[in-house]
């Protein structure tokens, strides 16, 4: 099988596209440091060992975005971010909605404490 070589876009850089790109190179600069964060701060809390770091798994493991999931359980796609950060919390009703569309069942334990 031939492998396929990568096609690439030469664009001529005239002074507004210089500026342009200037431009997002600050933005992305000025962003990258919170999303860092945020990227660190949603792996530690999917690694939670509670059921809320169940749930953040089963949303990462999903087929569906996590945005698509947000809007079938019709909660804000911040406050699901900020759940996947761990930053704040769900309402129960908000889990209950989401636990529905991503079709998981709660396995009971027999064992008496």
Not at 4 to 25: C, G, V
Not at 88 to 105: M, W
Request: hydrophobic content about 40%; aromatic content about 4%.
């Amino acid at each position: 099988m031939e492998k396929r070589k990568a096609k690439r876009a030469h664009l001529k850089r005239s002074p507004i596209n210089k500026r342009q790109m200037e431009k997002w190179r600050g933005q992305i600069a000025e962003e990258l440091p919170d999303l860092i964060r945020r990227d660190k701060l949603a792996d530690d809390a999917m690694k939670e060992k509670t059921f809320s770091g169940r749930l953040r798994r089963a949303i990462n493991d999903f087929p569906l975005s996590p945005m698509k999931i947000a809007e079938r359980a019709e909660i804000a796609w911040a406050g699901l971010d900020d759940f996947l950060t761990g930053e704040n919390t769900l309402p129960s009703d908000a889990i209950d909605r989401l636990v529905k569309v991503l079709k998981l069942k709660l396995k009971l334990s027999t064992s008496k404490a």
